[in-house]
């Protein structure tokens, strides 16, 4: 691939560069992709995606760099803080005051997956100083992957809903004690205060820069209805100028847009009509980011010795998971048959994880080419494999509007009539 790129760059001259018009038609063949994922065969549009992007990785794409970096990281940070904003949006922290125990569903499935990984990664021989990393990668579900799959099984309920909660709540964590623990990773004795100082910075720094993105957001509102389009831009706006400061600052861009929808939601609590205008813009950016995510993830060394580990990192994140939601179930509200979808449907990971294991790679070298080499593999198979999980989890609780064979059925015979 890399000698059919040199061929190019010998006659092609864009004003733009050469890696535009690479991404473009990366991102042309993934919107195609994707579509046809959805419409004949009944999977999210978000495999699709990844696929295309695992292809080009594996082909030797060279668009994307690791670690992240540049315009690449401010890309994937940015299309997380618009999903994590509008994840944000759906969380009313009210419902935590009247049924506390999803809060403490949340904590204990965190909590299982992390030490369940950490001491599997250790009983396999793996150093701590990338076992620490690895479990908290491995924390972090996927509210970018789980929405997608969402939207286009166009699913609502109780079981929806949770896991939405669960895995926006999970990446809150992630965020929070990944970017921390990035700062500690090549001291070699660490007090409590040590530990504590990176976590108050990086909140502190996302609360601040949330709060003012909130209350201009709230002013805005004043003035401006939510359903117009100029509301739409202003908001993407105010995010990725958002992103760039909190980063900038040593906060969380995608932390501190999440917590920003968050208090937007407090502040607003009225169900909320710009997600649906901020259309093209936002799928763009969406699209971008899983293509992204796939076509670094699939640049890893891939070779024998770790197979074992990034399988058994998967299958213990996959039991934790569901049994974490289940031990928190009591007194939740839900049946145990419904708390086991909602750990189903949180498996997938993708931007949020691989943002996480960039930013210990980039920390520390020699450690993160042990993490990179676990939690690549493990990022892009459950990016495919946890949007597939996401979509069964989605149909066998009957919360899409339709059984998958019909509305498989039904695109077909749409296509059929468009066709003739």
């Known amino acids: 691939m890399n000698e059919i790129l040199t061929f190019w760059a010998q006659w092609l001259r864009p004003s733009a560069g050469l890696p535009t018009v690479q991404w473009s038609l990366l991102l042309a063949v993934a919107a195609l992709t994707g579509y046809l994922f959805q419409r004949h065969v009944g999977l999210p549009k978000v495999v699709g995606y990844s696929l295309v992007g695992t292809v080009a990785g594996l082909a030797g794409f060279s668009g994307a760099v690791w670690p992240l970096q540049g315009i690449g990281l401010f890309l994937l940070e940015l299309g997380m803080a618009i999903v994590l904003f509008e994840c944000g949006g759906r969380t009313p922290l009210r419902w935590f005051r009247h049924n506390p125990m999803v809060l403490v569903q949340s904590i204990a499935e965190s909590a299982l997956t992390y030490f369940a990984v950490y001491w599997v990664l250790l009983w396999l021989d793996v150093p701590e100083r990338a076992a620490i990393p690895l479990a908290l990668v491995a924390l972090a579900a996927s509210p970018a992957v789980l929405t997608r799959v969402v939207a286009d099984t166009q699913a609502a309920g109780p079981v929806t809903e949770r896991a939405i909660v669960l895995a926006t709540l999970s990446t809150l964590y992630a965020l929070t004690l990944g970017s921390a623990h990035a700062e500690l990773i090549n001291r070699s004795s660490v007090t409590l205060v040590d530990r504590l100082s990176p976590v108050l910075v990086v909140l502190g720094v996302s609360i601040l820069v949330a709060a003012v993105?909130?209350?201009?957001?709230?002013?805005?509102?004043r003035i401006m209805s939510p359903t117009s389009e100029n509301t739409s831009m202003l908001l993407l706006a105010l995010v990725a100028a958002a992103t760039t400061v909190a980063a900038h600052m040593g906060g969380s861009a995608p932390l501190a847009a999440l917590l920003a929808g968050?208090?937007?939601?407090?502040?607003?609590?009225?169900?909320?009509?710009?997600?649906?205008q901020l259309g093209s813009a936002s799928s763009m950016l969406t699209m971008l980011m899983f293509v992204l995510v796939s076509t670094v993830a699939a640049q890893a060394d891939w070779n024998a010795p770790v197979v074992g580990v990034v399988l058994a990192l998967?299958?213990?994140?996959?039991?934790?998971?569901?049994?974490?939601?289940?031990?928190?179930?009591v007194g939740s509200g839900a049946s145990w048959r419904q708390a086991l979808w909602?750990?189903?449907?949180?498996?997938?990971?993708?931007?949020?994880?691989?943002l996480i294991a960039s930013q210990f790679a980039m920390a520390s070298p020699s450690?993160?080419?042990?993490?990179?080499?676990?939690?690549?593999?493990?990022?892009?198979?459950?990016?495919v494999l946890g949007a597939i999980l996401a979509t069964v989890a989605i149909y066998r609780t009957g919360e899409s509007s339709k059984p998958w064979w019909a509305a498989l059925a039904r695109n077909r015979q749409g296509g059929d009539s468009n066709g003739a």
Not at 213 to 221: E, N
Not at 314 to 329: C, D, F, S, T, Y
Not at 367 to 381: D, E, F, K, N, S
């Open 342 to 354: 909602v750990g189903m449907a949180m498996t997938p990971m993708s931007a949020i994880a691989l």
């Open 314 to 329: 998967i299958l213990v994140r996959l039991l934790a998971k569901a049994v974490g939601v289940g031990l928190g179930n």
């Open 213 to 221: 993105l909130a209350l201009v957001l709230r002013s805005a509102l």
């Open 262 to 276: 968050m208090l937007i939601k407090q502040m607003h609590p009225r169900p909320w009509a710009w997600p649906r």
């Open 367 to 383: 450690t993160g080419h042990l993490i990179a080499g676990v939690a690549l593999p493990a990022i892009l198979l459950m990016e």
